[in-house]
């Protein structure tokens, strides 16, 4: 049974960081895309960033690109993201999801299994 556990979320202040991890169970790890996702109150959940099988290809949204770094540990079956300069608009629960092909993509409907979400929260 896959299994994805994140956590790292929590309150920051404005400006601040936060590193978000993905643990996964249950799988090959190294034979999955992975990828990482948002979804704020009222609104649709959204595309953070993605990132191949081996870390060598990584994409990520217009809102966050520069500030945040998507990356993994094959041998730790975990990923993470790193953020930075982290906005009152970064609030959100996020959620990290695995695909079962090592290419990454940013489409939510390719994802095949999902976290529970941990919530970040960003005070100005």
């Known amino acids: 049974q896959v299994q994805l556990v994140e956590s790292g979320g929590g309150l920051v202040q404005v400006g601040g960081s936060l590193t978000l991890s993905c643990a996964a169970s249950g799988l090959t790890f190294s034979n999955y895309a992975m990828g990482w996702f948002r979804q704020a109150p009222g609104k649709e959940r959204e595309a953070v960033a993605a990132?191949?099988?081996?870390?060598?290809?990584?994409y990520y949204s217009d809102s966050v690109k520069g500030r945040c770094t998507i990356f993994r540990v094959n041998a730790k079956n975990t990923m993470y993201l790193q953020m930075n300069s982290l906005k009152p608009e970064d609030t959100a629960v996020y959620y990290c999801a695995a695909r079962s092909v090592t290419i990454a993509t940013m489409r939510l409907s390719a994802y095949d299994y999902w976290g529970q979400g941990t919530q970040v929260n960003v005070s100005s």
């Open positions: 990132i191949n099988w081996n870390g060598g290809m990584t």
